[in-house]
């Protein structure tokens, strides 16, 4: 039996990260942020961005002001950047098969909820858009919470409204925020950039790649 397969005989429910676990939404959220951004006058590089994929919304905002001595208008750079993900989720929001072939597996057979720290619109959009919420008991995202990774609070909500003992939960995250989050909450955490599904297959969802 596998190190994976081990964590997984041993939960008794399972919490996913959405951006970069199940959804590979870095090529979307580039395109959004750029456009959310350009409202100060500064372009944002590419891959500015996708050193800091997975940081909550307010969080990447501190950074960006912080490093380009910028004041946002956060409601307007946000309400951009959020019609341009939705805008183009459609043609360019692709599951993380490797990941999702796991949800598929245990639906039905594991509680199993979503904990992610990006906002309900657009994790619900995302999910429903691949076919993804109907496998989940509860998605709980910073909307509910109001604290991001790397504190606990989000993966604590999940459990609680699972109804099992954060030690007895399982994790999918791809961030280091996410991942520390996770140890935070005393629960297991599989950090899917270095998720062995096959001995044939490494699976890594940091931003563009997907299976290698």
Sequence with gaps: ????????AGAD????????TLVNSCPVYSVAWTAGFALSGVIMDVGWYEARNGLSEH??????EHE???????????????????????????????????????AGKLPMAVASGGS????????DALNL??????????????VPKPEPDLFLAAA???????????????????????RRASMSVIDVAHLLINPSREFTSRCGVHLK
């Design 1 to 8: 039996m596998t190190a994976l397969e081990e964590m997984l």
């Design 13 to 20: 429910a399972l919490i996913f990260d959405c951006d970069g």
């Design 59 to 64: 969080v990447l905002m501190d950074q960006f």
């Design 68 to 106: 380009h001595r910028v004041v946002l208008d956060r409601v307007n750079v946000v309400g951009t950047m959020r019609r341009y993900y939705l805008d183009h989720l459609t043609a360019n929001l692709q599951e993380i098969a490797a990941v999702t072939e796991i949800v598929r597996r245990f």
């Design 120 to 127: 309900r619109e657009i994790v619900t959009s995302s999910l």
């Design 133 to 146: 919420t109907k496998h989940f008991d509860k998605l709980i995202t910073i909307d509910d919470v109001g």
């Design 160 to 182: 609680k409204f699972l109804g099992v003992a954060p030690e007895r939960c399982l994790v999918f995250e791809d961030s280091p925020q996410g991942i520390e989050a996770a």
